[in-house]
């Protein structure tokens, strides 16, 4: 039945982590940006509400909750509404383990998730963009090979959110000879494989320089012929299904997108009342003010859209192209929002003493990450 | 908790009106299109008499259905018909915008009064009269007056742009809505609506507009020339308030802007089944979820014009679900009406562009569609009136304040 209500829960969830945004990760966007760093107790602070650690079952150190995409999604608005750069550095984590979580083998699960489901922050991630023009989920470049007594991973990755210090990745990789249909739902052979940061022929190349999420360390990764076992593919003998991974992220990565543009709706309406021009605030100009009206709707539209993809991914459905309209939707809507508020801002918005430039060169990142990476 | 799943009932609903639309509107749409001032009676016999066997099935009147979800039911059925003809659907018997005025001011004796007509009879059409010559989105600068004489209101102006007005007037028992000011000098408060009857003295309807699409809606010209109506046909009451008259208008607004915007959508997703349809001849099917490089054009733009109706019908959904919760959805009534319009004006224009000499010739709908599409970035308030309200809601403006 048609409901756009959140329940009780949802709304805490958001209440919660948007106070922190506020009060935490906004007054340090700025200078993790200039810094290109992430003071440790903010994302030790962050860690602590449990984000990562929610999902994972209560007797492997997490809290047994029952995971929603949609609260997911609520509390990724909210947390990219404060910093994008400090929200995908404290959900990177996520990328590890929820996959695990959903459709990893028992033993995949009590061996891996401990890792993460500490009190400490720990760093994991996922390796799946590469560093191509045309890089397609469905026809990775990174190839996992049979070899009798596993796979041998080939190939390189970049993107990948906090190399230097993970534990452990889960790097995505197009198996050789998986038949259709068996492996990967929509997207035939792309399988995940669990690898240990000091696997053989792993070499975390270096530190990008990225044009905006400064803050948010991530690297170019080397796979020469990585052998992992036959346990390591995510599932092992059952397949993971990774379009609904895909999918998953893709709601991530939107309702990020929806977090930073609602961050430059705000602050550009904001802005807009207090400048003054012609004797009156600019925003009491229609040229402005029905700019600020487009943002505003713009905003709300991604957002629906994203919930749509989230609610269908809870009930069990593949949410395929909800998922990726909304992702493709959020990114330009994003994109779109960040530039009107700086043009809003006109000058000013081009200086850094304002946060509108670090959300436009931030929003310009999700028309480049496909559904896995990052978030 | 936050769904977008129709409920089984509502799901069969839908079936329904598909169905009229597909078998009884999409035959005869090119029809009346091309013929513009011709009334299609057999439509309007057949639908008003399932109509009447619907009413009396639920026991209610057209206009004041109430009920858990009828807001959101309301616009999945515009949308619905108007996927098989938004002309048609506009010209559909029954109390219209007029009833809406009488549901929204009027007092429960009135609403008993003017709209138990719509219950059995002849097909009957309720209009309402906002526009004139010499303004539009302004509707502050009526100029038609209502002066009290005696056991009488004597109205006396021109109106324009009055949807359904030639039915409801000339061609069945009908009424028109007619808003006037009692006092010039009180601005807003003093604009009232009057219930004008069919047959009432010093009413005509003087002209029948010619229009670019959605040609079989009848669009009157009235005028009222020292017309006569009965004191008790003012709705609501009489006084010069600053909460009454005018406030009524923009209520009546909140309710149907979402009601025009699912119509857009309805047009649109009209064009954009025709366009999937014809490339699944050419056996070329849609890929979604696929790497941006590997797309072509045309997935790229189809995939966007999709995307884009979704959005706006998701506002649509969200501004008719507030409705029917009892939460106030000026602000989002107004931002699905501005989406859609201008969402569906642009993807019907981009749906003759990719089908190149088909998209423009007649021999097809499509074209069709793209003239009836624009009708809902203008009507019940233009995109840019609707922006405007947004901007004050969401700048916390009043109306002095951003003009």
Known sequence: MIDFELSDEQKMVRDTVGAFAREQIRPAARQADEAAAIPPDLVQHAWNLGLVRGPVPEKLGGFGDQRSVLTGALAAEELAWGDLAIAMHVAAPQLFAFPIVEMGTDEQRQRFLPLVATDRFTAAGAATMEPRYDFDLSALATTATPDGSGFTLRGEKCCVPLA???RAFLVYAREEGASNGSAGGELHGLQAFIVEREASGLTVVERE????????????LKLDDVKVSRDARLGAERPADTARLAAQSRVALAAMAVGV??????????????RHAFGAPIATKQAIAFMLAEMALEVDAARLLTWQAASMLDKGLKALKESSRAKHYAASVALKVTDNALQILGGHGYIREHPVE????????FATFEGLAIV | MIDFELEPQVLERTKFFHTVAEHMMRPISRQYDEQEHEEPREFFETIWKGGARERQASGESGADRKGGARNLTTVIMAEELCWGDAGLFLSIPGPGLGGAAVAAAG???????????????EPKWGAMAITEPGCGSDSAAITTTARREGDYWVLNGTKIFCTAGQRALEKSDGFVVVWATVDKSAGRAGIKPFVVERGTPGVSVIRVESK?????????????DNCRVPLDHILGSPKVEPSGGFKDVMATFDATRPIVAAMAIGVGRAALDFVRDFLRDQRLEIRYAIAPTRMTALERDFIEMETELEAARLLTWRAAWML???????????MAKAKAGSSVTRVTQKAVEIMG????????????????????DIFEGTQQINLLIVARRILGYSSKELT
């Open chain 1, 358 to 365: 670090l959300w436009l060169r931030n929003a310009r990142g």
């Open chain 2, 324 to 334: 029917d919760r009892g939460i106030r959805n000026s602000l989002e009534a107004s």
């Open chain 1, 261 to 274: 543009a609602r961050a430059a709706f705000e602050y550009a309406r904001d802005y807009a009342k207090e």
């Open chain 1, 209 to 220: 320089k990225n044009m905006g999420l400064k803050a948010l360390a991530t690297y170019q």
């Open chain 2, 357 to 376: 000499p088909l998209g423009y010739s007649r021999k097809y709908l499509l074209e069709k569609w793209m003239r009836d599409a624009k009708i809902n």
């Open chain 2, 107 to 121: 007092t429960a004796e009135q609403k008993e009064r003017f709209l138990k007509r719509f219950k059995d009879g």
């Open chain 1, 164 to 166: 230097d210090e993970a």
């Open chain 2, 212 to 224: 670019l699409g959605i040609r079989v809606s009848d669009t009157a010209a009235i005028m009222l």
